[in-house]
């Protein structure tokens, strides 16, 4: 058997500078300017969501207070953000994802993994299957994409933002080592501000010095988990596949930030968004689940989860919130930054499948039947802008 059939190909595709894009994209005065959506000067407590590339010359980037924005770029346009809006691009660009593979793992809003394996007789080389998919999103919605591909998932997604904006890097099987050796410290997706500065205190300032290292010196340094990610994340990660908690029965959605988030008010609609993805998925496939687990990633890479099985199935998007938030208070330690934010619905089990009533409903029911009805509806017609009001910046 030839095993270059057989060799993993997965393309990360990230959405560029997405809510800003839209932005540019549905007002064309603003092209060309500093866009920062996520609030409006003078709103209290309010968080950079993204910035276009025109506002990053300023040095303005994700989850910065809108303050300091503003501070360093006071003639930029502020917006609070059309979430709805970014939800049905979203959601149209994962179709177009899904018309190139059955398997397709959205991340967030404005990334995902298309695995690629074995299509080169229906899309052609790796290139132009890349090609294809970057011109149908720009013609089908007016954005750009950038595009990583690699055998290794944590390869991938490195590369998509290799060249961004509207990049395209591709780094061909064996050369996983390699590319990861042409890094700067900076590039090493999932090393944190604290480990990276950490990094450099003890003379590992580069790539190439930590791969230099065995990996008992780096555990001894780091600690066994740390230590580990590091030893292998040099080398390309190969045997690491995102989302493969996901695959048995359950449904799971986790965001990375550019800039670890602090801000509770940044941190409750990061958590909002990820229970709207995920109960889009669950009306979807007409399931359900009892078990929510979140996870954190705290800016040293710590990594700590917590899940809870509950006597009633999760209702609502309103409802996996209230759990999945329940959770984040019980395991959030207070002061650490956060790098990444997952909620995993788990043990999801069919609809049909009968189940016991709660005595007392309050309304949970019907406020189901009318969630899914939306989802439908949204469904059959993207264009539909109907959506939570938390996932919109709230005003104090």
């Not at 959506?37 to 994700?62: K, W």
């Not at 979430?83 to 959601?91: G, N, V």
């Amino acid at each position: 058997m030839n095993s270059s059939v057989c060799e993993k190909k997965y393309f990360h595709v990230d959405l560029d500078a997405f809510f800003a894009s839209v932005e540019q994209n549905d007002h064309p005065e603003y092209r060309g300017k500093p866009v920062i959506v996520g609030g409006l000067p003078g709103d209290r407590r309010a968080v950079v969501s993204t910035a276009s590339y025109e506002a990053r010359r300023y040095g303005i980037h994700s989850a910065m207070p809108l303050s300091k924005a503003v501070e360093l770029c006071p003639d930029g346009i502020y917006l609070r953000g059309n979430y709805s809006r970014y939800s049905e691009l979203s959601h149209k660009i994962m179709q177009i994802f899904n018309s190139y593979s059955p398997e397709v793992l959205q991340m967030s809003i404005d990334e995902a993994f298309i695995d690629m394996t074995g299509t080169e007789k229906l899309f052609g080389s790796t290139r132009e299957a890349a090609l294809k998919i970057k011109n149908e999103v720009h013609k089908k919605t007016g954005l750009t994409v950038s595009i990583g591909v690699s055998s290794s998932m944590y390869v991938a997604k490195i590369a998509s933002g290799y060249r961004k904006p509207d990049g395209l890097t591709i780094v061909e099987n064996g050369d996983e080592e390699k590319f990861m050796l042409s890094l700067p410290l900076e590039k090493l997706w999932g090393a944190g501000t604290k480990t990276q500065n950490h990094l450099k205190e003890i003379g590992l300032s580069t790539i190439e010095l930590i791969h230099s290292k065995p990996l008992n010196l780096l555990i001894s340094i780091f600690g066994q988990s740390s230590g580990t990610f590091l030893y292998n994340a040099v080398r390309g990660n190969k045997d690491y596949v995102f989302g493969s908690e996901a695959k048995n029965h359950s449904i799971s959605t986790e965001t990375t930030f550019d800039f670890d988030l602090t801000d509770r008010n940044s941190i409750e609609k990061a958590i909002m968004e990820l229970c709207w993805n995920i109960m889009w998925r669950l009306h979807k496939e007409n399931s359900r689940t009892r078990t929510v687990m979140l996870k954190i990633r705290y800016e040293d890479f710590t990594t700590v989860s917590v899940q809870e099985t509950f006597l009633t199935p999760v209702s609502s998007s309103d409802d996996l919130y209230e759990r999945a938030l329940k959770l984040f208070m019980k395991k959030y330690d207070g002061t650490s930054g956060i790098r990444l934010l997952g909620v995993c619905a788990c043990n999801i089990e069919s609809k049909d499948i009968p189940v016991q009533k709660s005595l007392f409903d309050f309304g949970e029911e019907k406020k189901a039947r009318l969630e899914k009805a939306i989802y439908n509806l949204e469904d059959k017609n993207p264009a539909l802008k109907i959506r939570k009001a938390r996932m919109i910046e709230k005003k104090d």
